[in-house]
């Protein structure tokens, strides 16, 4: 069994920042597992917007790149997601998830982009 817990969502301004963090435990280790982030918007289909591989890859989608940062702490055993310059297209529900084979997926957290 594994565990991912999201939290650092909230209500932020247009141009300000947020940063997600995913705690996972159990059989889950960021270190070997492939971690992503991704988001589902209101009437949206959920999309992935950052991934960390085993080989340290990342990967970006366009609309979040150069903005977005996806990190990891081994020590902490947690996935980060540092976001800038947020916009309210932004706004929705992010899960990060965690694959080795089997699909670990968070409950979510919330961001809100709005002034």
């Known amino acids: 069994q594994g565990q991912l817990v999201e939290s650092g969502g909230g209500l932020v301004q247009p141009g300000g920042s947020l940063r997600l963090s995913c705690a996972a435990s159990?059989?889950?280790?960021?270190?070997?597992?492939?971690m992503a982030w991704y988001r589902q918007g209101p009437g949206e289909q959920r999309e992935l917007i950052a991934g960390?591989?085993?080989?340290?890859?990342?990967y970006y989608a366009d609309s979040v790149k150069g903005r977005f940062t996806i990190s990891r702490d081994i020590a902490k055993n947690t996935l980060y997601l540092e976001m800038n310059s947020l916009n309210p297209e932004d706004t929705a529900v992010y899960f990060c998830?965690?694959?080795?084979?089997?699909?670990?997926w968070g409950q979510g957290t919330q961001v809100t982009v709005s002034s």
């Open positions: 159990g059989r889950i280790v960021v270190r070997t597992y492939q």
């Open positions: 960390l591989y085993v080989n340290g890859e990342r």
């Open positions: 998830s965690a694959r080795s084979g089997w699909t670990y």
